[in-house]
């Protein structure tokens, strides 16, 4: 499990998933007791095949509480939140010092604009564990998502004063420049690089300020800057785009796509964002290149075939368009 984690570490996914394949294969017992294969799991979105091990894992340790703590964590993490609430629930009810349990809930609940219900069950968390830096971030975040900024950054405060996590400093930044309280942020953040300085949270929400600020041509160069230090990182290529659409013509736009697609070519998401140029402006010929591309390199990711369609449709190419929605329906059936 750590030579796969080095490997996605290294951003190659691919290698990363064959090497959990073959140790599934060779060593199940120790793939369902490992810490590692959990959180390698997640980083690889493989979450059929968490849920499996979860099922496994508890089947066999019904008393060993991480099991349930991934249960919940995937439902989470796929967007079902219900369910994520309702196993989470009864996670932190049998294991009261399970800080998953408290934080899944919580989160479920704020992100099904359940608030109040989310602000009791967090408080029940910090009852139970008051000193933990985990609680304090959902507790930080739960704020955020009712956009109390004043409450945000007080909570954030907290966790940057009290624990000295990169989190606080971030979010402390965010909630001030929300509040329009740009110079502060700005010294918040140049206070904490000495500590922070390999942390790309510091950088992100230096851009952001920057962005809050309507100063597009600074937030261009801090996004830059971003790129620069951490390039294997998709975010500084695709988060940036909103703000090179203001300052930058497509050309410029389409040089710093390539630039994330030749640096991250295991991911999907620059290669997409570069179909998306195409097929926004109108240029459908080219996007229909662009999204055969997407199909060929990551057959599984759905935009490739039904904005692929799209183009194809837009072109006057209708039974092309038809057989590759067949074609999408296909695979989602199988």
Request: glycine share 6%.
């Amino acid at each position: 499990m750590i030579e796969a984690l080095e490997v996605l570490d290294r951003d190659q996914p691919k290698r990363a998933a064959e090497i959990w394949d073959h140790a599934r294969a060779v060593f199940p017992d120790e793939a369902v007791k490992s810490d590692l294969a959990l959180k390698l799991l997640f980083r690889l979105q493989r979450y059929d095949d968490i849920e499996a091990l979860m099922k496994a894992g508890h089947d066999r340790y019904p008393n060993d509480a991480r099991f349930a703590e991934g249960a919940a964590q995937v439902a989470y993490e796929r967007g079902n939140l219900d369910e994520a609430f309702q196993r989470a629930t009864v996670l932190y009810r049998k294991y009261p010092r399970s800080t998953v349990g408290y934080r899944t809930a919580a989160a479920s609940l704020s992100l099904m604009n359940r608030f109040t219900e989310a602000e009791t069950v967090i408080a029940k968390g910090l009852n139970a564990l008051p000193h933990d830096v985990g609680m304090r971030i959902e507790y930080a975040k739960l704020a955020e998502r009712r956009k109390d900024w004043l409450a945000a950054l007080e909570r954030w405060t907290y966790v940057d004063e009290v624990h000295g996590h990169v989190a606080g400093a971030a979010g402390a930044a965010s909630a001030l420049t929300m509040l329009g309280r740009y110079e502060e942020a700005e010294s918040l953040l140049s206070s904490r690089l000495h500590k922070f300085s390999a942390e790309m949270l510091i950088w992100l929400q230096f851009a952001r300020i920057s962005e809050g600020k309507g100063d597009w041509e600074e937030a261009a160069s801090r996004w830059a800057v971003v790129r620069k230090r951490f390039p294997q990182r998709a975010v500084g290529y695709v988060s940036s785009l909103p703000v090179l659409a203001r300052v930058a013509d497509r050309e410029q736009i389409e040089a710093v796509l390539l630039e994330g697609i030749d640096r991250i070519p295991d991911d999907p998401v620059c290669l997409k964002e570069y179909a998306l140029l195409a097929h926004r402006a109108g240029d459908f010929a080219l996007a229909d290149q662009r999204w055969s591309t997407l199909r060929a390199c990551f057959p599984a990711c759905r935009e490739g075939y039904e904005l692929g369609a799209a183009a194809l449709a837009a072109l006057g190419r209708t039974s092309e368009s038809t057989r590759l929605l067949a074609q999408l329906h296909g695979q989602c059936r199988a």
